[in-house]
């Protein structure tokens, strides 16, 4: 990716946890990996806009519900262009395959 389109790509990230647990899991992560995040992390605690994409994952066999994976690229008009969702958690997309369809949005 280029420094242009680094630019003008803005990532973030949504939890179900509530905005205190996120910001636990960002010491966390500070502490045990020294890396501050560069992305907002926001809260989905109530799990509503879980909801409204139909991303709810019922049962996660630890007895709660957590949203299944997903990574979505949108456009500036708010159009998803690329998205990637999984039932396996441990299952996510391909750095690759993200910055190919981020490429994409600079074809005319």
């Known amino acids: 990716m ?3 389109q680094r630019e003008r790509t803005q990532l973030l990230a949504i939890a ?3 905005p205190e647990d996120i910001g636990l899991m960002v010491d966390r992560v500070l502490e045990d990996y020294d890396y501050a995040l560069d992305f907002p992390l926001l809260s989905d605690d109530g799990s509503a806009i879980t909801n409204r994409y139909g991303l709810l994952n019922e049962e996660d066999g630890r007895g709660r519900q957590i949203p299944h994976p997903t990574t979505y690229v949108i456009d500036m008009d708010g ?3 690329w998205s990637f969702t999984e039932v396996d958690y441990r299952i996510r997309p391909e750095h690759a395959d993200i910055l ?3 490429e994409a949005l600079e074809q005319p």
Do not use: G, I, M
């Open 79 to 81: 159009t998803v262009r």
């Open 2 to 4: 280029t420094p242009e």
């Open 100 to 102: 190919a369809a981020l």
């Open 16 to 18: 179900p946890d509530s």
